[in-house]
């Protein structure tokens, strides 16, 4: 909850710089599609694309079995009439003596649940999006402003999700190891856990994937300059790439490496 809340009010406060980013990956990618390396940079999206969407799948696809398990958990505990464990006045959480508050309670936790998990994995994925696009974009130039830009607006959100995916990693194994008798409290819990370290690997593989998208066009700058070849103009924006090549771009949560 504690994590939604901060999500709400990160994309309320951001959202109009995430809008500048958004637009300006916008026109690197028409801008890309008429450039002279259009067939490496298409080939190098595709790629991206379909890895992206494969793991999009995998992660909706635990996320709506932890909804199932946690919304058909009445069902299956009797110690538990709600998803969530609540204490209602006058005892409206309780089906014997309240059946029809009880039935309005249950179906506001199983959609309230729904939508805000929907919710969470949307904003996660088009935070992720916004790395694939500038690793596509790498192919074509060099787009520090953009990174930074990205590095400042996700900071505070990379810090909290860190300390948040340590706690529910913590947390589930604890609750695996003490639940192993009950086999529907461990399965959600194991679920919570590879959804966690699922999220974490989620914008790990992106952000490896954007740095080193960035050493290869370093490397490929030192590669391609020879001073044999070429006009002062050609040789000066070989000169700008190699001196920029010399910090490749990558993605962080300061202070945190």
Known sequence: IIFICFRLVFFGQYGGELDVIIDALEDIYHWSIKGPATKEVQETKRLHFLLFMALIITWFSFLILFMLIKISTPFWIESQTLPFHVSWPFQLHDPSKHRIAYIIIFVSQSTTMLYFLIWLGVVENMGVSLFFELTAALRVLCIELLTDRCNHIFNG????????????????????????????????YMIIMLMTLGHLSFWSKFGDMFSKESEQVALAVYEAYDPNVGSKSIHRQFCFFIQRAQKPLIMRASPFP
Do not use: W
């Open 157 to 188: 959100a990379f810090i909290m999700q860190m300390l948040i995916n340590f706690l529910l990693v913590s947390l589930s194994l604890f609750e695996v190891l003490a639940a192993k008798r009950n086999p529907q409290v461990a399965a959600e």
